[in-house]
């Protein structure tokens, strides 16, 4: 395969997806999407309906063109609060649909979704979440979690505890916790509560969830929820797909 990953971020009811995956499905090892599919921005001017609607042509473009086994799809805040009552009541986004909050539920479950992933390049072990981990995050949840690992992450979904701790909004996002969770994470707080040197288990991190016109990419994360999709070649090297097209 040409790339490793083609990496799709927040997509909110766009089709900016669409050439990309039409185009790269086949030149990538794995297609990984970063969470948060409905809940659209009223001044984009996508309804919920049309939300939906460009759910099922994602999917079933997945489905029928035999991706389904190379995809991962990840949860969102935006997606979390149709999943799980926990989290709608301590975590829950502005904007859930209340008109079809069941449709999408039963559209999630019909999907192999998780909170975390993780991978390697040639010399980098990623992880992709939907807002990234923060170190204080991490910090206060140790103990419940152990070792940050892709599968851990996931784990906290088995649990109320997990859950909880899943559900946990920054102060700087407006909530009651000195940083958010990897569903809720604003991208400030990897500046603000940063890894040690050589503390985290993971060489760079991907995510979307804090929403700018540009991404933001550093050494040891990648923050792309710029309303485009980028690619991972082999040796952990990130590009905007507009670049490569």
């Not at 460009?54 to 029928?64: G, L, P, V």
């Not at 979704?113 to 993780?118: E, Q």
Request: proline share 4%; charged share 25%; glycine share 8%.
């Amino acid at each position: 395969m040409e790339y490793k990953y083609l990496i799709i971020p927040d997509i909110h009811g766009r089709t900016f997806w669409r050439k990309p995956l039409e185009v790269l499905a086949e030149r990538v090892e794995r297609i990984i999407f970063l969470g948060d599919y409905f809940d659209p921005y009223p001044s984009e001017g996508i309804g919920e309906d049309d939300a939906i609607a460009n759910w099922k042509e994602m999917t079933a473009f997945i489905d029928d063109n035999g991706l389904s086994e190379r995809t991962t799809m990840l949860i969102g805040n935006h997606d979390a609060h149709y999943l799980n009552r926990i989290f709608d009541i301590y975590g829950g986004s502005t904007r859930k649909s209340r008109e079809h909050k069941t449709e999408i539920a039963s559209l999630f479950r019909e999907r192999n979704l998780a909170v975390a992933f993780d991978g390697e390049t040639e010399g980098k072990k990623v992880l992709f979440t939907h807002a990234g981990v923060n170190h204080d995050w991490f910090s206060r949840h140790e103990q419940l979690m152990g070792n940050l690992t892709a599968d851990n992450i996931n784990a906290l979904t088995d649990s109320y505890e997990g859950w909880t701790a899943l559900s946990e909004v920054g102060s700087i996002r407006g909530g009651f916790h000195p940083t958010g969770s990897p569903l809720w994470s604003d991208v400030r707080e990897q500046y603000s509560s940063p890894w040690p040197d050589g503390s985290c288990p993971y060489d760079i991190q991907v995510f979307g969830h804090t929403k700018r016109r540009e991404p933001v990419i550093e050494d040891d994360f990648a923050m792309l929820d710029c309303q485009q999709c980028f690619v991972m070649t082999h040796d952990g090297t990130l590009s905007a797909v507009s670049d490569i097209l």
